[in-house]
T-cell receptor, first 114, second 117 residues
Framework: AQKITQTQPGMFVQEKEAVTLDCTYDTSDPSYGLFWYKQPSSGEMIFLIY??????QNATEGRYSLNFQKARKSANLVISASQLGDSAMYFCAMREGTGNQFYFGTGTSLTVIP | DTEVTQTPKHLVMGMTNKKSLKCEQHMGHRAMYWYKQKAKKPPELMFV???????INESVPSRFSPECPNSSLLNLHLHALQPEDSALYLC????????????????FGPGTRLLVL
């Protein structure tokens, strides 16, 4: 079974609008961390936001927020006020408390339209 | 500063060549990683070094040989590669390894685009 599922291969959003990128995960470990990365066409993976499984509040970092619904095992990324520079591939990732792997989803390609 | 540097940015090599990829971080991170990424795919973990010791080798062919000379440097030595090894090679580092906190966050370099002819 896939550890991380991103069901949206491609998304379009109008500039200045908000967009939600979906991520669901599969783990039986009560301890885990969830990460979102942005990868522009230049190739560098840029860390955006982190959510721990025991964190009481949803993580926020500037225009990025994480809609963490533990019971549904979802960790959707919300980007507010989209900018042209947000056009990139976005990867959701998870690390479990046990084991050493960093599991990546298949990614969502976001295009911001002027 | 969360900067990981990688050299070279681009590399073209023949199947009989020997080359090396270099990665450097000055954040005091104790874990460093090599990933391989094919176009439109997520990164695939190759190696993990923790405290300068190889902790994980994800069944990578021996034509890829990692080396960690010190806590800031990570090399990937390439020898007798195949055309299917052409990919983006990403280096990453994290403050910690083996726990489960935000310190496990991996920070990536810009990558080396490798083409094997």
């Amino acid at each position: 079974a896939q550890k991380i599922t991103q069901t949206q291969p491609g998304m379009f959003v109008q500039e200045k609008e908000a967009v939600t990128l979906d991520c669901t995960y599969d783990t039986s470990d009560p301890s885990y961390g969830l990460f979102w990365y942005k990868q522009p066409s230049s190739g560098e993976m840029i860390f955006l936001i982190y959510q721990g499984s025991y964190d009481q509040q949803n993580a926020t970092e500037g225009r990025y927020s994480l809609n963490f619904q533990k019971a549904r095992k979802s960790a959707n990324l919300v980007i507010s006020a989209s900018q042209l520079g947000d056009s990139a591939m976005y990867f959701c990732a998870m690390r479990e408390g046990t084991g050493n792997q960093f599991y990546f989803g298949t990614g969502t390609s976001l295009t911001v339209i002027p | 500063d969360t900067e990981v540097t990688q050299t070279p940015k681009h590399l073209v090599m023949g199947m009989t060549n020997k080359k090396s990829l270099k990665c450097e971080q000055h954040m005091g991170h104790r874990a460093m990683y090599w990933y391989k990424q094919k176009a439109k795919k997520p990164p695939e973990l190759m190696f993990v070094y923790s405290y300068e010791k190889l902790s994980i080798n994800e069944s990578v062919p021996s034509r890829f040989s990692p080396e960690c000379p010190n806590s800031s440097l990570l090399n990937l030595h390439l020898h007798a590669l195949q055309p299917e090894d052409s990919a983006l090679y990403l280096c990453a580092s994290s403050q910690a390894w083996g726990g489960l906190t935000k310190q496990e966050t991996q920070y990536f370099g810009p990558g080396t685009r490798l083409l094997v002819l």
